[in-house]
């Protein structure tokens, strides 16, 4: 990694644990900080150093192998339209939910302050999305998989 990768790495840490608690480990070969949850990590992207003021945060959530690809793609359309900041998407069998937002001026690495006030309402976004997404993805199964009559 290169200087800039590795001050905006502790900078999202040091926001990730010293302003909400939470435990994180950061990618060595990338600089991506990992926050690991239960059924779920959240990662942050490392942008730097040709974005440093680029936040992109992101999950990845695992699918019944019952539903088809269009019924992700439209899960992941109904995601991105109704929300305010997650989009979703489909890559191969995982839908993806990611929120992407400026956080500093051009060519800039983010204040650590900033990036612990906005950063708790992101995570809790994301994995409020995401569980919501998990129960759907279950009845789509589900009703994918029942008996017709």
Do not use: W
């Not at 019952?66 to 339209?81: K, N």
Request: glycine fraction near 4%; charged fraction near 15%; include cysteine.
């Amino acid at each position: 990694m290169n200087p800039m990768a590795d001050l905006l790495a502790s900078r999202y840490q040091h926001a990730v644990t010293g302003a909400l608690g939470l435990a994180c480990t950061t990618d060595n070969g990338n600089g991506n900080v990992i926050i690991p949850f239960d059924d779920c990590a959240v990662i942050i992207e490392n942008t730097a150093p040709d974005d440093p003021e680029f936040l992109c945060m992101g999950l990845a959530l695992q699918t019944p192998a019952e539903l088809d690809p269009a019924t992700l793609d439209i899960i992941a359309a109904r995601i991105t339209s109704t929300t305010k900041m997650i989009k979703g998407h489909r890559k191969d069998r995982l839908l993806i939910l990611t929120i992407e937002m400026l956080v500093a001026p051009p060519d800039q690495l983010p204040d650590v302050n900033y990036l612990a006030a906005i950063l708790p309402r992101a995570i809790r976004s994301l994995l409020h999305i995401a569980a919501a997404t998990s129960e759907t993805l279950t009845l789509e199964a589900q009703l994918n998989t029942a008996p017709t009559t």
